[in-house]
């Protein structure tokens, strides 16, 4: 039986690949983010040809839904009035993805690194780029959810570890802070309803190429990036302390799997 | 006003305000008399790296000794770190960054293009803008770490270690807090957030001969640029404005935890809404909101302070950027530069970008105090509409054929602008007709020659 739910489930990407396209066109087109659509193009472009360029190098065969997640996560996430930073941005991101690895892995997330490579990079060259986490307003929250059940019905057991324990332990900080304070709940449900952080959670963490093996570890990894990023957030008012606590921590994934060995994730299909 | 102890909060950001008790500050259209925005707050943030300025504006209108305001702070302020100001200076950061009208005259189309513009008006806004006491503080737990007299305020900065003791100690002080200020306090408390509070000295206000107060400025050094709104959000009286003017030295602010929306922009509008630009803006604005479930901050300028196109108001001179906070700014004047009218530009950058936020909130949609980031974003923004008037055929020429095509379209356009005005204000589609028509923007009538006449007929004739 062919049905509509067997495509999704054949390729956790194929879940991913129709979400971030609907959040992509849902976003430009009623939440306003308003990004050029030369820039989106540019992203696209200097990933998919960076993918290009490597697997020829590296004698691999093409694969066009990585590029394709990491594009759309780049034009959801990233921001630039300049269009050659959308090119920048997406040859960084597949780039890392080929020469950053260790034992045949990569070791950060393609669009994550991208991220705070030109985050950073700024304050050295004069260019523009910056990350908008609240232009999702209050249909984050929804989508959240919608996501979270989707992910339930749809996916493998190992890919949900991940998101699933994350979300948990931050909501669980947010709900302690907000308690500690004494705030209204009104305040950490509007802290959850953030577009920035639904793609860190399902689009990002989830990556299980560039997260521990162990089962166990992924709930550890899960924790340390949650601890990491509230004091980040709170202590440091960073406000993009997602990604920068991704990207600190996932130099410990290589460690992780080499002490604790355990079934590497493959992706189903090969396309 | 009654001479009981009720005290009145103003609250930008932090105030709070039984708000019958005040005639707040506004916008106005040309007249002075024709408020658009009642119940609003103006704050200005210079910032740059953790170093910011708050400027807070304040149009209280209630008896000056009644008069109270308490402002959460990140840090103990020194004396130097706080200041008063002209209300001038906001009042013309205020119409430089308004939301505004232009008018383009169409040209004869039988002629060449030729292109005017130039600003019809904007939306601005008008007019000038003891011991006992300590060891009782002690015993709630409230220490008063400072004390000054700056300007027409007697200023105090406190710290205190739990929030009960806190409330008591402002309703014993007069500086009565509606409910369900004590939650949020102790939130703060618990943050270690300082407060500051203030009132009006009377002997020095009498001073200065002036009925009005002049803006509050504090000064200190902070990681997290955040705007405090949870008190004020304790207002019974339903919703606040709240307009923020950011300057900063890279580019745009916004908001994190909220989303940041552009205006509606660069639209067609009727000519007769020139005579009501302010009831236009007001209501269009109300409609946003509303369908928006006033969940959102709205992007009303973002430009960089050197120039602007069209001119609502002259750009700030150096002088008054540096009093609103702006530091980074070299000590030199530019009052030499010479405007031109309508735009103006300054030879150099200066290395200032304004963004004006505006916001309608209240407890329910903006829980959270208001955290911003300024992002490397400098592309220009204006809330700007835009008056089309019509060429008119001066009888006494023949119309050529690309004028009667001109003609013959006009209707469908004034129709458009009809209904794009009747979506941004929600106004009644034939109401705004009727107005259209008497401002000579209906069925245009087309000359009398033009009637079936192909080109070639009096090709030779």
């Given at each position: 039986m062919n049905q509509p739910s067997s495509f999704l489930k054949q390729d956790p990407r194929n879940f991913q690949i129709i979400t971030l396209l609907s959040f992509l066109l849902i976003g430009n087109f009623?939440?306003?983010?308003?990004?050029?659509l030369l820039y989106i193009l540019a992203v696209f472009t200097g990933a998919f040809s960076a993918q290009a360029l490597f697997t020829k190098l590296y004698g691999l065969s093409y694969s066009w839904k990585s590029p394709l997640i990491t594009g759309c996560s780049l034009s959801i996430l990233l921001y630039s009035n300049q269009f050659y930073i959308g090119l920048a941005a997406g040859i960084l991101a597949i780039s890392s993805k080929f020469l950053i690895t260790s034992g045949k892995r990569h070791i950060f997330n393609p669009a994550n690194f991208a991220i705070i490579v030109l985050l950073l990079l700024q304050n050295f060259i004069n260019y523009s780029v910056w990350i908008s986490p609240g232009q999702w307003g209050r249909t984050a929250i929804l989508i959240f959810l919608i996501l979270m059940l989707a992910l339930a019905v749809l996916n493998s057991g190992t890919l949900k570890i991940m998101p699933f324990s994350f979300i948990l332990i931050w909501a669980t900080l947010l709900f302690s802070r907000a308690i500690y304070l004494g705030d209204p709940l009104a305040i950490p449900l509007h802290q959850l309803s953030n577009g920035a952080l639904l793609i860190f959670t399902f689009f990002m963490i989830s990556d299980p190429k560039t997260i521990p093996d162990h089962h166990l570890l992924k709930v550890l990894h899960a924790l340390t990036i949650a601890l990491l990023s509230y004091y980040l957030l709170f202590e440091q008012y960073l406000s993009n302390a997602l990604f920068y606590s991704l990207f600190l921590l996932s130099v410990l994934v290589p460690f992780y799997n080499h002490f604790f060995k355990a079934k590497h994730y493959v992706w189903k299909t090969n396309s | 006003m009654s001479g009981k102890q009720i005290l009145k909060f103003f609250l930008i950001a932090c105030l709070f305000l039984p708000s019958s008790l005040f005639a707040f500050c506004g916008f106005y259209v040309s007249q002075a008399d024709t408020k658009l925005f009642n119940k609003s707050s103006k704050v200005v943030i210079a910032r740059n790296e953790d170093r910011t300025v708050i400027t807070m504006a304040n149009d209280y209108e209630g008896e000056l000794k009644d008069f109270a305001i308490v402002i959460p702070v990140p840090v103990i302020l020194k004396e130097k770190q706080i200041h008063v100001t002209k209300n001038s200076i906001i009042d013309h950061l205020d119409a430089y960054t308004a939301p505004r009208l232009v008018e383009y005259f169409d040209e004869d189309p039988c002629q060449p293009m030729r292109v005017y513009e130039f600003a019809a008006g904007s939306v601005r806004k008008a007019g000038p803008g003891g011991g006992a006491r300590d060891s009782l503080a002690k015993k709630l737990g409230v220490t008063i770490e400072a004390e000054y007299l700056v300007g027409e305020y007697d200023i105090l900065i406190l710290s205190a270690k739990e929030s009960n003791g806190l409330l008591t100690w402002l309703n014993q002080n007069n500086y009565k807090l509606p409910k369900g200020a004590e939650k949020i306090l102790g939130s703060y408390i618990k943050q270690d957030t300082k407060f500051f509070v203030a009132k009006v000295n009377l002997e020095e206000q009498s001073k200065l001969g002036s009925e009005f107060l002049r803006p509050l400025q504090i000064a200190f050094e902070s990681p997290n640029f955040m705007l405090p709104i949870r008190l004020g959000t304790l207002n019974a009286n339903g919703n606040q404005d709240l307009f923020v003017f950011a300057l900063s030295k890279k580019g745009r602010v916004e908001t994190t935890n909220y989303r940041t929306v552009k205006i509606p922009s660069n639209m067609d509008i009727p000519?007769?809404?020139?005579?009501?630009f302010g009831d236009f803006y007001k209501d269009m604005f109300n409609t946003l909101t509303k369908k928006d479930r006033l969940s959102n901050v709205y992007l009303e300028y973002a430009w960089d302070?050197?120039?602007?196109?069209?001119?609502?108001?002259d750009p700030l001179p150096d002088k008054d950027l540096r009093e609103l906070g702006v530091f980074w700014l070299d000590k030199f004047t530019n009052e030499d530069v010479m405007p031109r009218p309508g735009r103006f530009r300054r030879p150099q950058g200066q290395n200032v970008y304004v963004t004006r936020l505006h916001l309608r909130y209240n407890a329910e949609t903006f829980p959270e105090d208001l955290q911003f980031q300024e992002t490397s974003n400098r592309e220009n923004f204006q809330g700007r509409y835009v008056l089309r008037h019509p060429w008119k055929p001066d009888g006494s020429k023949k119309v050529c054929e690309s004028g009667i095509k001109y003609l013959q379209n006009l209707e469908d356009r004034f129709e458009k602008e009809a209904q794009t005005l009747a979506n941004l204000t929600n106004w009644d589609i034939n109401t705004i007709r009727q107005k259209m028509s008497k401002k000579g923007q209906a069925k245009p009538e087309l000359p009398e020659d033009a009637d079936g006449k192909d080109w070639w007929e009096d090709l030779w004739s």
């Open positions: 009623f939440l306003g983010f308003d990004q050029d | 000519l007769y809404v020139k005579d009501e302070m050197g120039w602007c196109d069209p001119c609502a108001a």
